[in-house]
Each structure stands twice: as structure tokens, then as C-alpha cells.
């Protein structure tokens, strides 16, 4: 009897335990539903209303298969190549495989969820980003799972790095790379801005364009009449690229240090180009002896400097820009 009764036992604890496991699985999905017809709704809203009647589809992945790829978000899943994107710009990046392929996931913090402005980017941030992912020069978006309390996003693997990883444009560390492809840099670059500016029904604004990239605005890049009225347009873009092209012809950072002397001419490399051409002093380009090339070099640096011209109606279309870089990249000066 004794025997039958302790069977009968461990029946009843593994019955309980079993329907405890299915009730905790059914929570479980019945949140994920929830959090998918939250998202599902707004997410469509926005697509719908930015489509044009165009369709552009992406995939849909499940919770399951965003926690088995980043182990449920463990930081050692955090992708190595852009660990200085951290959760302080309101988002992290992890690296993980599906189905065998690699993908980067990008997951914003659940404190987003707590203002309705900023969830709401999240969603302009996916339905823009599917829009542009058909150009080769923006990142690709592959899909976005809806199951989690903020969407998450599921981008094409980083074949690439930062380009101050891949050789310094921009910084103290090393010799900057060959001119050519510094001048390819911009090039592409510029044709991507173009298209943000020029495809589309409503331009977008890119706002932040340098070496690394972070979301917001950066001290040295960022327009200085954006900063002082608030007022963005895309004449905004094209002095942020003008600093690039600046960074990319130097080979300086677009904040200098107190390495460049008692700094008289402020702390910004557009600053300190002035200041040398009003002193009648040359302009020492970034590279090798051997690669320079002085005529390509003198133009990039007027176009740069028109670029950066501080009334906006004084800087030319992106358009132009790009059209100009392929004509400077042409000749053979």
C-alpha cells in the first residue's frame, strides 16, 4: 500500500508540475500575442501610411528564435564591431544566427516604451529603414520580430567595420588610408545622402553623417544652424558632409586636441582649415608622400569648404555634391 501511495505522489507532483509548465507557457504566448497586436497595429499603421501603395515586405521573426540567437539578450551576444553603441543612445546591438544565417539585432530599451514620442520612432525607425534597404549603401533590414514590449529589429550581418577599424580617416591612430579610397568613401557616401534626399516623396534627413555612426547630432559634425534655431533641412546634411570630407582629406579628427597647439582657431577642423588659409599658411593633406594628389585634393577641399558655408542657402544640393565628387574622382590631377 505504502508503495501505491508514494506512485500516486510523485503522479500528482508531475501532473502539477506539467500544468504549472503549460500554464507558465500559455502566460508566456499569451503576452508575446499581446505585445504582436500592440506592435502589429502600429507598426502596419505606419507602413501603410509610407508605402504609397508600393509594398516592400520583410519577414517576420518569432521571440523564440530573437532569445535562442542572442542566448536572451546575454551582453557576450553583443556584436564586437559596434560595442560604443551602447544603451545610452537608447538601443544595443547583438550578433546571432537564424536558420544558420547571421544577422545583427538591434533592441531598444524597454524605456522607450515609457514616452509615446519615442515609441514611436522606433516604428518610423523600422519602416524607414525597409524603405531605404534596397540601396546598397544603407544597412538591410531584414525582417523585425513584434512578440517582445518594444519591436526588435533584425538587420543583413556587418560585413564591414567602422571605418576608423578598417584604417584611420579620422583619428591619431595609424596611417590614413590610400587617397583613392578615402575619395571612394565620399563618393558613395554622398550618393546615399542623395538618395535619402531625392528618392522619396518626403525627404529624409539623415542629421548625423561621420566615420562612426551614433543616432543624434555630434559636436564638430552637426550644422551650427540647426544647433542655434533648431530648424533641420537637408542644407543640415550637407555641412555634416562637408566635415566628412574634411576629416576624410586631412586625416584629422573633426575635433582636434590640445596636440594642434594653444588651439586659437577653436577645436574644430573647419575651424582650423580657416584659420590657416587666413593665415596664408598651406593646407597639409593626410597620406603618404607618394599618393598625394594635389590637383584631386585642392578641389575636394573647396567643395568641402562650400559645404560648409554658414548661411544654408549658400551650400549646394547634395545632388551636386555627389555629381561633383564623380567629376573630381575622374580627373587626373
Known amino acids: 500500500m505504502e508503495f501505491w501511495r508514494r506512485k500516486k505522489e510523485k503522479e500528482t507532483v508531475r501532473s502539477f508540475l506539467s500544468l ?27 507602413l501603410i501610411a509610407d508605402c504609397n501603395g508600393i509594398s516592400n515586405p520583410i519577414r517576420m ?33 547583438y550578433k546571432g544566427v537564424i536558420d544558420s544565417r547571421s544577422y545583427t539585432i538591434k533592441k531598444f530599451s524597454e524605456s522607450w516604451s515609457k514616452d509615446e514620442e519615442e515609441e514611436e520612432r522606433i516604428y518610423n525607425d523600422i519602416v524607414l529603414s525597409a524603405r531605404v534597404s534596397n540601396h546598397n549603401g544603407f544597412l538591410k533590414l531584414m525582417g523585425c520580430c513584434l512578440e517582445f514590449p518594444l519591436p526588435v529589429m533584425v538587420f543583413e550581418d556587418l560585413e564591414y567595420k567602422a571605418m576608423n577599424h578598417l584604417g584611420n580617416v579620422g583619428s591619431l591612430d595609424g596611417p590614413v588610408l590610400p587617397w583613392n579610397v578615402r575619395l571612394k568613401i565620399g563618393r558613395e557616401v554622398a550618393i546615399a545622402i542623395t538618395y535619402l534626399h531625392t528618392a522619396f516623396p518626403r525627404i529624409i534627413i539623415h542629421r548625423d553623417i561621420k566615420p562612426k555612426e551614433n543616432i543624434m547630432g555630434t559636436y ?6 540647426y544647433m542655434a534655431t533648431g530648424f533641420l533641412t537637408a542644407s543640415s546634411d550637407v555641412f555634416s558632409f562637408g566635415i566628412l570630407m574634411l576629416v576624410l582629406l586631412i586625416g584629422k579628427p573633426a575635433v582636434l586636441d590640445k596636440s594642434y597647439g594653444e588651439l586659437d582657431f577653436g577645436n574644430r577642423i573647419l575651424d582650423y582649415v580657416k584659420d590657416l588659409q587666413q593665415r596664408g599658411e598651406p593646407i597639409e593633406f593626410g597620406g603618404d608622400s607618394n599618393d598625394m594628389r594635389p590637383g584631386q585634393m585642392k578641389m575636394f577641399l573647396d567643395l568641402a ?13 547634395m545632388i551636386l555634391v555627389a555629381k561633383q565628387i564623380k567629376l573630381i574622382e575622374q580627373a587626373s590631377l
Request: aromatic share 16%.
Open 305 to 317: 569648404l562650400r559645404c560648409c558655408e554658414e548661411r544654408n542657402e549658400d551650400r549646394p544640393k
Open 20 to 46: 504549472t509548465t503549460a500554464m507558465e507557457f500559455w502566460r508566456r504566448k499569451s503576452k508575446e500575442r499581446k505585445c504582436f497586436l500592440k506592435n502589429g497595429s502600429m507598426f502596419l499603421e505606419k
Open 61 to 93: 521573426f518569432s521571440s523564440h528564435q530573437i532569445s535562442k540567437a542572442t542566448n536572451h539578450f546575454d551582453p557576450n551576444y553583443l556584436h564586437p564591431e559596434l560595442a560604443s553603441l551602447t544603451s545610452y543612445w537608447g538601443f544595443t546591438f
Open 220 to 225: 564638430g559634425y552637426v550644422d551650427p544652424f
